[in-house]
């Protein structure tokens, strides 16, 4: 049994909501997203209480699976458009940098090549320092994917710790070689 899926979503009052049969359509001060529900969801919005509440309409695995999944992008809808999602990296290296141009990010991370990276149109990159990049955005799996395509470029070497990482993230260091 999924416990998040029982879970009510509370709305904030600032988040407009439209609920077309399996279709969810939700607004606020950040943008627009809209989601289609499995047809074995099913979701109801209380007014009065200011609650959407989502219930499976058949008992099987398939609908047990989705039930907790569909509540989970419901209420991450809901966030990004109040508050929005975002995600920092770091960068550490003698000489590793990123900047900005226009909306493109530029990293010079050791490579004989700058490395350009191009968000979508709903994320915003900043950047801070020279090493410090904020990715913002409504979606939290775009933010997400955007950091961790950012990372891929050059993640954390085991032995300097040299490379790109999340803001807080540790890496554990390796003893190199013992010398005589």
Do not use: C, W
């Not at 416990?3 to 943008?31: A, D, F, S, T």
């Amino acid at each position: 049994m999924s416990r998040i899926g029982k879970k009510p979503i509370n709305l904030p009052q600032n988040i407009y909501i439209q609920i077309q049969k399996n279709n969810i359509h939700v607004e606020g001060p950040k943008g627009k997203l809209s989601y289609t529900i499995p047809e074995i969801i099913r979701i109801d919005y209380d007014k009065k209480q200011e609650k959407l509440y989502l219930y499976k309409t058949q008992n099987n695995k398939e609908a047990q699976k989705l039930y907790g999944l569909s509540r989970t992008i419901v209420y991450n809808m809901i966030t990004g458009v109040s508050k929005g999602f975002e995600k920092k990296l770091q960068i550490q290296g003698v000489g590793y940098r990123s900047q900005l141009e226009g909306k493109n990010l530029i990293l010079n991370v050791g490579y004989s090549h700058p490395v350009i990276i191009k968000p979508p149109d709903h994320i915003i990159i900043e950047v801070e320092n020279n090493t410090n990049i904020t990715i913002k955005g409504i979606r939290k799996d775009k933010v997400g994917e955007i950091a961790a395509q950012i990372r891929r470029v050059r993640p954390p070497e085991p032995y300097k710790g040299k490379g790109i990482r999340y803001l807080n993230e540790t890496i554990n260091l390796k003893v190199g070689k013992a010398g005589k």
